[in-house]
């Protein structure tokens, strides 16, 4: 169907064009007794005839299209098939404009199902076996291994292992799980084993719940009026007005015609679409996809933007950010004992170690024996006859030989890095704390840079929303200039968030790339997506899609709307309605004719192409560098 309506909309401004050519060459003005003209004006304006019918009908309002009628109509009955023709095709040109910058049918729903898994092992009649997800039930027990999804929402009752959940929640780093724990559907379960209770299958899931909240917020969005329809509401009445005037007054139906053909709305038409596709060429070219006119529109006008936390504002990659030494150890042998001891384990966090000590050039051959991997608290190995642990808190309290203070320092450290919203490990070799490792996400380079940016465009309001918790939001909001945070968010939670601020009279831009911002991203008044890393249920979401992850682009994106915004105005009042008004007053005093009245008509349209032309290469003169801003987060 869509492929139909793409065709369509290439075909018919073409065959339009084609024939009204060909009705101009001398001998070929007919064909089979009829003139060709005949064959685009009753093409073109039966369509736009119906159309503006059915606009009629279903909004109870004029639109443009009904002063397009009432011209090809005038012109018909006079015998200027050319000139009506030459009107329908201007209206189809503007709708072509308009239609060939809007996105491809969202895809939203059928790329969130991609996280659910298709199949589940489950236990029944004593027997782990493999059945369809949708046939689980409550109750029962599923076991999830380490690379798989979970299939539903439930509390872990035996194993252990680390799930990735930032899809979900936003949490940048994998969640340890242990029995009793909650995990959800969707969610990845990126080391170890675990059996899970369920408590929660399909739509009462939270995954299920965001599929629902997709649907709510794609029919709660409708379309943004057209400028030329909301214009035409008032403007359509005036020149039928004046035009029934010219005819009383004149009983002149040429003069009266001639009014008609100038005011045409076919420059107001086109005042929106062409602004609008030179807008779009001109960001894409720096790697931003608007989609669509109607992004623009909504664009100029936000006044509050929300920036998801994990891989909007930071880079979405766990990397060691404090590595502390105690006691008399080194640097380097502490680094190089932790790397080969992590190197054998799968966890998230100990690749992060490993590519630390891979930077620094500390990673070496060394072997251990007895590695062991201890869920939800760490790992143990021998390495040189020394019994090496790594691990959080947990590590700590199961260590027997560890001294007094050795413990003390090790808590210290933990504490001290939890409190700055950081993942902290400590690194016990024998009955000694040796050293202290903080990983967390690390905020942006540009982030700094974009939100000072964006208050100078004007926003009120930046606001940071995470499923992480309080700690790590308000680290990663110092860094990044950011004042107002909400933390610990489920999507719904972020959704409820934007509705409050949409009431409240706000136009609100959504900036994310995870599935948990999908619903936002949709209700919002413009989505935008972080494309370079961002799912694909994010990208369909959005209106917006930073193809390079280029979030210092977000001002400019913001000045070139509202500069697009600024040239459809002039295109409207200074050239639509200006040369309207001076030829309308011609007209009524007889000094043009028809023909002259759609030259100046044309005249009027070729202007307002040519002012939007200038957003092509629109660029703000002075340019701002980069501030990097703090590695650590």
């Not at 019918?53 to 006079?78: D, P, Q, S, W």
């Not at 994998?174 to 299958?201: A, R, W």
Request: include cysteine; hydrophobic fraction near 50%.
């Amino acid at each position: 169907m869509e492929t139909m309506k793409r065709i369509w909309i290439w075909f018919l401004p073409s065959f339009m064009l084609a024939t009204i050519l060909l009705s101009t060459i001398p001998g070929q003005e007919s064909w089979l007794g009829f003139t060709i003209a005949f064959i685009p004006m009753l093409l073109g304006g039966g369509i736009i005839a119906y159309k503006s019918l059915l606009a009629i009908l279903e909004t109870r309002t004029i639109t443009a299209g009904i002063m397009v009628v009432i011209t090809i109509v005038g012109c018909a009955y006079l015998g200027f098939y050319q000139a009506a023709a030459l009107v329908a095709l201007m209206m189809f040109i503007g709708e072509f404009l308009e239609e060939i910058t809007l996105a491809k049918t969202r895809k939203a729903v059928q790329q969130l199902m991609d996280y659910v898994p298709d199949t589940a092992t489950v236990w029944r009649n004593e027997a782990w076996q493999t059945v369809d997800a949708d046939e689980l039930r409550a109750g029962e027990v599923v076991w999830v291994r380490a690379g798989e999804r979970i299939p539903v929402d439930g509390r872990v009752v035996k194993g252990e292992g680390a799930v990735n959940q930032s899809a979900l929640t936003g949490e940048s780093l994998p969640v340890d799980k242990q029995p009793g724990d909650g995990v959800l559907m969707g969610t990845i379960n990126e080391y170890g084993s675990l059996h899970i209770e369920t408590e929660k299958v399909g739509s009462g899931t939270v995954m299920g719940k965001v599929i629902d909240i997709v649907y709510e917020a794609e029919e709660r969005k409708g379309p943004t009026q057209k400028v030329a329809d909301r214009f035409a509401k008032y403007f359509t009445p005036l020149i039928l007005a004046v035009a029934a005037v010219a005819w009383f007054v004149t009983n002149d139906i040429v003069r009266t015609m001639t009014i008609l053909v100038i005011a045409c709305p076919c420059a107001l038409v086109l005042a929106t679409p062409t602004a609008a596709v030179a807008s779009i060429g001109n960001l894409a070219k720096r790697g931003v996809l608007i989609k669509g006119g109607k992004m623009i529109e909504a664009l100029s006008k936000v006044d509050v933007i929300c920036l998801d936390k994990t891989g909007t504002i930071t880079s979405g990659q766990p990397k060691v950010v404090e590595f502390a030494v105690f006691g008399n150890h080194s640097e380097a042998d502490v680094l190089q004992w932790a790397a080969a001891v992590e190197r054998h384990s799968e966890h998230p966090l100990a690749r992060a170690i490993v590519d630390y000590a891979q930077e620094r050039g500390t990673l070496d051959g060394k072997e251990t024996d007895a590695f062991t991997a201890l869920p939800g608290a760490g790992v143990h190995a021998v390495l040189s006859g020394n019994e090496i642990w790594i691990g959080n808190e947990r590590v700590v309290s199961s260590s027997a030989g560890l001294g007094a203070n050795a413990a003390d320092t090790a808590r210290r450290f933990i504490s001290e890095q939890q409190q700055l919203g950081r993942t902290a490990l400590v690194i016990i070799v024998g009955s000694e704390c040796a050293g202290g490792i903080a990983i967390a996400d690390t905020v942006r380079p540009e982030a700094q840079f974009t939100v000072a940016g964006l208050k100078q465009e004007g926003i009120r309001r930046v606001v940071m929303l995470t499923g992480d918790n309080e700690a790590a939001a308000q680290a990663v909001a110092r860094q990044a200039g950011i004042e107002e945070v909400r933390s610990a968010l489920l999507p719904a939670d972020k959704l409820e968030y934007i509705r409050e601020l949409q009431k409240a009279g706000h136009v609100v831009a959504m900036v994310g790339d995870g599935v948990n911002d999908a619903p936002a991203l949709m209700l919002a008044d413009v989505g935008i997506a972080m494309a370079g890393r961002g799912t694909d249920i994010a990208i369909e979401s959005a209106g917006v899609a930073l193809m390079g992850d280029q979030l210092q682009l977000l001002p400019e994106v913001l000045r070139i709307s509202r500069r697009a915004m600024q040239l459809i105005q002039q295109n409207i009042w200074g050239f639509a309605v200006g040369f309207n008004v001076i030829g309308i007053a011609l007209a009524m005093l007889g000094l043009i004719s028809p023909v002259m009245g759609a030259i100046i008509h044309n005249i009027a349209s070729l202007f307002v192409v040519m002012n939007s032309a200038r957003m092509i290469t629109y660029r703000r003169k002075e340019q701002i560098a980069v501030k990097a801003a703090p590695a650590q987060a």
